[in-house]
């Protein structure tokens, strides 16, 4: 079964630090353009991070830059959001994308992870 499953989500005070992990399995992670989106209650679900299939290109929302980093290792099946200087506007369900670089529309989505900044 093709799964992605994502951890590291939880409570955190403003200006902490979370490091978010996404395992995949079921499919070539070498292959998968991956990404982090996320959604606030009430909210439309948006773009958090982006990496390429090769890791020569990421890609973050106005929002983040400066605070998050996307990072893969394909060794480990796993891609990584690391979150630091959280603030509470963060608080959302993080949720982990792939999408197939070499088959026309194959994309695949975990079932998202929570992560809570309190003030």
């Known amino acids: 079964q093709v799964q992605l499953v994502e951890s590291g989500g939880g409570l955190v005070q403003a200006g902490g630090s979370l490091r978010l992990s996404c395992v995949v399995s079921?499919?070539?992670?070498?292959?998968?353009?991956m990404a982090w989106y996320r959604q606030a209650p009430g909210k439309e679900r948006e773009l958090v991070a982006q990496?390429?299939?090769?890791?020569?290109?990421?890609n973050y929302a106005d929002s983040v830059k400066g605070r998050f980093t996307i990072s893969r290792d394909d060794a480990k099946n796993t891609v990584y959001l690391q979150m630091n200087s959280l603030k509470p506007e963060d608080t959302a369900v993080y949720y982990c994308?792939?999408?197939?670089?070499?088959?026309?529309?194959?994309?695949?989505w975990g079932k998202g992870t929570l992560v809570t900044v309190s003030s």
């Open positions: 994308y792939a999408r197939d670089s070499t088959i026309w529309g194959v994309n695949f």
């Open positions: 079921g499919f070539t992670l070498s292959t998968h353009d």
């Open positions: 990496i390429i299939s090769s890791g020569g290109y990421t």
